[in-house]
């Protein structure tokens, strides 16, 4: 497994762009399967990294934070909670 930690969080905030926000994440922080939707209100991200802070820290310069869930995959593969 490349990317250990499933990170998923909602952004909310003014004049968000889902575009803007995925390009940003797939340019500058390293990990797969992104999913970025919503309205320019409230943005789901979900994302598979090495570096989730990356994730927290470009997400909260945008907006209100919550609903975050970092599980480590890796642990969830071997039987273990994540």
């Known amino acids: ?3 250990i930690f499933d990170t ?4 909310a905030g003014e004049d968000l762009s889902e575009d803007d926000i995925h390009d940003y994440i797939l ?3 390293p990990g797969d399967c992104l999913i970025a ?7 789901k991200i979900h994302f598979h990294t090495n ?7 470009y997400a909260a ?12 995959m890796d ?4 039987g273990l909670k994540g």
């Open 61 to 72: 310069s945008l907006g209100e934070l919550h609903d975050v869930v970092v599980e480590n």
């Open 51 to 57: 570096v989730p802070w990356k994730v927290l820290e």
């Open 8 to 11: 998923q969080l909602l952004i």
């Open 75 to 78: 642990r969830q593969a071997r």
């Open 27 to 29: 340019e500058n922080i």
């Open 37 to 43: 939707v919503g309205d320019e209100d409230l943005i």
């Open 1 to 3: 497994m490349e990317y």
